[in-house]
């Protein structure tokens, strides 16, 4: 292991040897687990932004390319006119 110096508040400190007592661990080990710990959520979350930039970097590409792109009946504005289509559906249903 490697030995590093860290600076709390005293809130902390008092919180964290509350837990040591309560837990019968030490703090150190508490704060390896909390460490560990925030590493897989930092982790999970550079992967869920990662997500997000390439759908939004796909979603821009989608409106400069927009011929690319149609839905089963050749339109390209199905996202746009999503509600005046659906009104269209429906009342070609109800005839």
């Known amino acids: 292991m490697i030995r590093t110096m860290v600076q709390l508040t005293e809130e902390q400190m008092k919180a ?30 550079t992967e869920q932004e990662e997500k997000w930039r390439r759908v939004l970097e796909f979603l821009d590409y989608m409106d400069n390319h927009p011929a690319e792109f149609r839905d089963i009946e050749g339109k390209t504005d199905l996202s746009i006119n999503h509600d005046e289509y659906f009104v269209e559906a429906i009342e070609d249903d109800l005839r």
């Open 16 to 45: 964290l040897k509350e837990i040591s007592q309560a837990r019968k661990v030490s703090v150190a080990r508490l704060i390896r687990e909390s460490v560990a710990q925030y590493m897989v959520v930092a982790s999970e979350e």
